[in-house]
């Protein structure tokens, strides 16, 4: 294994993958860290933990914990992975992790870069955009368990870390990787070595990967990987065959707890469509009037693409929230979710779309799934995922993916479109 990959949720680690399958590398996302080593063929290894809203204390051990495994791969770079909107709280769990993870490798200097042009994630003067918003004002402010209400990624690193933060701007990004990695290095000197770095071009991703080739752990979103399986394959290592996919037929059904925008206009645009949709009630689950089984016997006597959602508006998630605490309507959702997915399963759905880190992190544990197979791009950021011999995903994060993705990623998911 060459690249060690951790990534603090599901969809985000998938997201990675398919970076990384696009450019050439064979990779396997892990549910945890595991407890067998990994099989010789891979050269990317992402373990995929639900540590982003955890506490800090355990989100540090897990990922140290996966850092450990990685090693023991043979891994020569480590990637800590998170999302491309920066999801975290004042506290954590992004710059404690990170500060762990640089702590274990020795190092003094780390980069921090979520940028994702083709998603839309843009860095600049060290602000972080979604589209033309401020992180700030793209809806991400009203996340249920990670809001953001600050664009500066500085001065929310900073609430987070012990050491210093610095700026890699771009004009020095553009200038190219000897242009980055001098000012990378000035800023170790002046005692800020959590670097967070401009990028608003894939290329400038691209020439981020190659200023760091030779350190041992930098972070970020899936970008910040476009320009590292260069680094490899000019050192002869990778394979020259790259990955293959086939298909999966049978029945197929979505399953979406995020509350973004963007899963919202899919969910509303499935709807319009005429497509099967039956909407969960947060409230009904929570007081036992409405069960998985339900769901589950529901979804599997339609026809055509069943949805089962529960992506209410921002104003409804807090309310449902704050009469019953945060904590209890995750976790009672979490596992409505990966019940009903078990229950599909056994129904005979052998293609699964789940639309939300939460929601995807929940289903990947219900199935009890521990290796998960990378293949082709559905829409930027979301890749077709082979579970097992009968089984495909597509695990989307919250706010990827266009308005017809549902339909989309079960065409993707039954070969449509995909070389052989």
């Known amino acids: 294994m060459l690249l060690g990959c951790i990534g603090d949720d599901f969809t985000g680690s998938s997201d990675l993958g398919n970076t990384l399958v696009k450019a050439g590398m064979r990779a396997v996302q892990y549910a945890g860290t595991p407890a067998a080593p990994a099989a010789p063929e891979v050269e990317a290894g992402i373990v995929a933990l639900k540590s982003r809203s955890l506490p800090r204390a355990e989100a540090v051990r897990l990922s140290l914990e996966a850092l450990d495994w990685l090693h023991a791969q043979g891994c020569r770079q480590f990637l800590f992975k998170y999302c491309s909107t920066f999801d975290s709280t004042p506290e954590g769990n992004i710059g404690p992790v990170a500060e762990a993870l640089a702590d274990a490798l020795g190092t003094d200097r780390v980069i921090f870069c979520p940028a994702f042009p083709a998603a839309g994630r843009m860095v600049f003067q060290g602000h972080l955009f979604v589209g033309n918003r401020l992180l700030s004002e793209s809806g991400m402010e009203n996340h249920p368990l990670t809001p953001m209400t600050d664009p500066d990624l500085r001065r929310w690193l900073a609430r987070q870390t012990a ?3 610095g700026h890699l701007p771009a004009d020095a990004v553009w200038a190219g990787a000897a242009a980055a990695r001098a000012r990378l290095d000035a800023e170790v ?4 070595g959590l670097v967070v770095a401009d990028a608003i071009r894939d290329q400038d991703l691209v020439t981020l990967g190659q200023a760091v080739a030779d350190l041992p752990l930098l972070t970020g979103g899936s970008g910040i990987a476009l320009g590292l399986p260069g680094n490899f394959r000019a050192q002869g290592l990778l394979s020259a065959e790259g990955p293959r ?6 029945p197929a059904a979505v399953l979406s707890g995020s509350c973004s925008r963007a899963t919202r206009r899919q ?3 499935h709807v319009a469509g005429g497509a099967p949709a039956l909407e969960i009630d947060p409230e009904a689950v929570l007081a036992g009037r409405a069960s998985a089984r339900q769901a589950a016997d529901w979804a599997l006597a339609q026809y055509g693409l ?10 409804a998630v807090r309310a449902v929230q704050a009469r019953h605490g945060t904590g209890t309507v995750a976790a ?5 979710v990966a019940e009903t997915a078990r229950l599909l399963v056994a129904g005979g759905v052998t293609r699964l779309i789940t639309a939300g880190g939460e929601t995807s992190g929940a289903v990947v544990e219900g199935l009890g799934l521990a290796s998960l197979e990378i293949g082709p791009e559905i829409d930027p950021g979301v890749p077709a995922i082979r579970a097992g011999r009968d089984l495909v995903l597509a695990l989307k994060s919250g706010n990827f993916g266009a308005e ?3 339909a989309k990623a079960a065409a993707c998911l039954e070969g449509a479109g995909v070389p052989a």
């Open 163 to 165: 050491r210093g933060v």
């Open 189 to 192: 000197q002046a005692g800020r």
């Open 245 to 250: 996919w086939r298909g999966q037929a049978g």
């Open 267 to 269: 969910v509303a645009h």
């Open 306 to 315: 069943p949805l089962v959602y529960s992506s209410a508006d921002p104003e």
């Open 332 to 336: 009672r959702l979490e596992a409505f």
């Open 404 to 406: 017809d993705f549902f």
